[in-house]
Protein backbone atom coordinates (compact mmCIF):
# COMPACT_ATOMS: atom_id res chain seq x y z
CA UNK A 1 0.00 0.00 0.00
CA UNK A 2 1.02 3.43 -0.58
CA UNK A 3 0.33 6.30 1.06
CA UNK A 4 1.11 9.64 -0.51
CA UNK A 5 1.65 13.18 0.61
CA UNK A 6 2.90 16.11 -1.89
CA UNK A 7 6.32 16.81 -0.31
CA UNK A 8 8.72 14.73 1.51
CA UNK A 9 7.87 12.85 4.56
CA UNK A 10 10.13 13.20 7.33
CA UNK A 11 8.16 10.43 9.87
CA UNK A 12 5.86 7.66 10.03
CA UNK A 13 4.79 5.80 12.88
CA UNK A 14 2.10 3.18 13.86
CA UNK A 15 -0.23 3.54 16.82
CA UNK A 16 0.10 1.09 19.62
CA UNK A 17 -2.55 -1.18 18.15
CA UNK A 18 -0.61 -1.27 14.52
CA UNK A 19 -4.32 -0.39 13.38
CA UNK A 20 -3.12 3.46 12.12
CA UNK A 21 0.21 5.26 10.60
CA UNK A 22 0.32 8.87 11.14
CA UNK A 23 2.94 10.50 8.97
CA UNK A 24 4.67 14.10 9.25
CA UNK A 25 5.54 16.00 5.86
CA UNK A 26 7.20 19.40 4.43
CA UNK A 27 3.60 19.68 2.50
CA UNK A 28 2.93 21.41 5.89
CA UNK A 29 0.42 18.26 7.04
CA UNK A 30 0.62 15.29 9.27
CA UNK A 31 -1.81 11.86 7.96
CA UNK A 32 -3.14 9.49 9.90
CA UNK A 33 -3.98 6.29 7.45
CA UNK A 34 -5.46 2.89 8.02
CA UNK A 35 -2.76 0.12 7.90
CA UNK A 36 -5.21 -2.69 5.90
CA UNK A 37 -6.33 -0.25 3.33
CA UNK A 38 -3.80 2.74 3.08
CA UNK A 39 -7.00 4.80 3.22
CA UNK A 40 -6.16 8.33 4.66
CA UNK A 41 -8.65 8.66 7.44
CA UNK A 42 -7.14 11.99 8.69
CA UNK A 43 -5.15 15.00 8.99
CA UNK A 44 -3.72 17.99 10.91
CA UNK A 45 -2.43 21.05 8.96
CA UNK A 46 0.42 23.33 10.04
CA UNK A 47 2.04 27.08 8.66
CA UNK A 48 5.07 24.81 8.04
CA UNK A 49 6.63 21.53 7.34
CA UNK A 50 5.72 18.91 9.59
CA UNK A 51 8.54 17.34 10.98
CA UNK A 52 6.79 14.48 13.43
CA UNK A 53 4.15 13.19 14.98
CA UNK A 54 3.43 10.29 16.77
CA UNK A 55 0.41 8.32 19.39
CA UNK A 56 0.24 9.21 22.86
CA UNK A 57 0.86 5.29 24.80
CA UNK A 58 -2.69 5.46 25.37
CA UNK A 59 -3.92 6.24 21.78
CA UNK A 60 -6.20 9.19 22.53
CA UNK A 61 -3.94 11.98 21.29
CA UNK A 62 -1.81 13.22 18.34
CA UNK A 63 0.86 15.16 19.03
CA UNK A 64 2.50 16.89 16.05
CA UNK A 65 5.77 19.07 15.81
CA UNK A 66 6.05 21.78 12.96
CA UNK A 67 8.85 24.01 11.63
CA UNK A 68 6.84 27.16 12.87
CA UNK A 69 7.41 26.59 16.23
CA UNK A 70 4.49 25.02 17.17
CA UNK A 71 3.74 21.45 18.51
CA UNK A 72 -0.33 20.67 18.04
CA UNK A 73 -1.88 18.10 20.29
CA UNK A 74 -4.97 16.51 19.05
CA UNK A 75 -7.25 14.37 20.48
CA UNK A 76 -8.81 11.04 18.64
CA UNK A 77 -12.26 10.19 19.73
CA UNK A 78 -13.54 6.98 18.84
CA UNK A 79 -15.96 5.77 16.08
CA UNK A 80 -18.20 4.44 18.64
CA UNK A 81 -18.44 7.80 20.57
CA UNK A 82 -18.72 9.98 17.22
CA UNK A 83 -21.63 7.50 16.27
CA UNK A 84 -23.18 7.59 19.77
CA UNK A 85 -23.45 11.86 19.61
CA UNK A 86 -24.44 11.34 15.79
CA UNK A 87 -27.23 9.07 16.67
CA UNK A 88 -28.40 11.23 19.83
CA UNK A 89 -28.80 14.12 17.56
CA UNK A 90 -30.54 12.11 14.54
CA UNK A 91 -32.58 9.53 16.40
CA UNK A 92 -34.43 8.44 12.96
CA UNK A 93 -31.66 8.05 10.80
CA UNK A 94 -29.77 4.74 12.68
CA UNK A 95 -27.14 2.76 11.00
CA UNK A 96 -28.01 0.08 8.02
CA UNK A 97 -27.02 -3.45 8.62
CA UNK A 98 -24.39 -3.04 5.91
CA UNK A 99 -23.11 0.36 7.52
CA UNK A 100 -23.14 -1.88 10.83
CA UNK A 101 -21.20 -4.72 9.19
CA UNK A 102 -18.75 -2.79 7.31
CA UNK A 103 -17.72 -0.42 10.79
CA UNK A 104 -17.32 -4.50 12.62
CA UNK A 105 -20.34 -3.49 15.14
CA UNK A 106 -22.29 -6.79 13.77
Known sequence: KTMKHNYWVNSASFSNDGKYIITASD?????IWNTKTGEQMGEMKHDSDVNSAAFSPDGKYIVTAS??????????????????????????????????REYNFK
Open 27 to 31: DNTAK
Open 67 to 100: DDGTAKITELIPLQELLDKYNKLFKDWPLTEEEL
